[in-house]
């Protein structure tokens, strides 16, 4: 009901003209503004895109999914995907993304890429890639820009993962060393340095105040730009 009252409050601006909210699949019929004509619009409402899948609906009878957070890789092509927390002012999240020797080749020919990234990542979320041995350190700052996610072949192992653009942020005149954080009185209770950065997308959105001080207070070149993802700016 929520992603319904939200919806409602935002639907005139993006053009939509409410005929029905039902129970029945699909919860909605509305009419969009195209041009100097409407288009029925059948929408499905979720607090998840990936439940439309997990409560079995039929894709042909769909044309859009409304929902609060998109996590749906492999939505169908020709259904629209409304993510609502993007036009409530839902702040970032942070992750750690691990980045092996052989592809770090391809992390510096670029500002611009597509990544493997978590399914749980969003609009503007900040990503720390750390490469791994035997740098062992937080080197660049990205930000992820894309809409969603597509799935693609993975190339450091076998099988499919899920792919987004981030945009380089920064890349730190000095990094954070795993032995920074090891060291560090709060930092070294974390799981991620507990478990030896093991994973490749790691939340630690919790840590950000700490990992935000030390890239501050190293790299006052990229401060300006840091100060846009201050903690006290974070979501919870």
Not at 177 to 196: E, G
Not at 224 to 235: G, N
Request: hydrophobic share 40%; aromatic share 12%; glycine share 6%.
């Amino acid at each position: 009901m929520g992603v319904v009252v939200l919806f409602v409050q935002i639907a005139k601006k993006l053009q939509f003209r409410i005929e029905e909210i039902r129970a029945a699949y699909p919860d909605c019929i509305a009419y969009r503004h195209v041009g100097n004509a409407e288009k029925r619009v059948r929408i499905e409402f979720e607090f998840k895109s990936s439940s439309f899948k997990a409560h079995g609906h039929d894709p042909k009878h769909c044309d859009c999914i409304v929902c609060w957070h998109h996590d749906w890789a492999t939505v169908p092509r020709h259904i629209e995907v409304i993510e609502l927390k993007r036009f409530f002012g839902v702040p970032f999240k942070v992750w750690i993304q691990v980045a092996i020797k052989s592809q770090w080749p391809a992390l510096d020919a670029s500002n611009r890429m597509g990544w493997a990234l978590s399914t749980r990542v969003t609009h503007g979320d900040l990503v720390l890639m750390y490469r791994g041995f035997p740098n062992c350190s937080i080197t660049d700052i990205f930000r992820f820009t894309d809409s969603r996610l597509r799935r693609g072949q993975a190339g450091w192992r076998a099988g499919e993962a899920n792919f987004g653009e981030i945009e380089r942020l920064c890349k730190l005149d000095s990094p954070i060393f795993l032995s920074d954080m090891q060291t560090h009185k709060v930092l070294r209770t974390a799981s991620f340095i507990r478990q030896n950065m093991q994973g490749r997308g790691l939340l630690v959105s919790e840590y950000w105040p700490y990992l935000y001080t030390m890239l501050h207070e190293r790299n006052p070149k990229h401060r300006r730009k840091l100060a846009a993802f201050a903690p006290e700016k974070l979501s919870a």
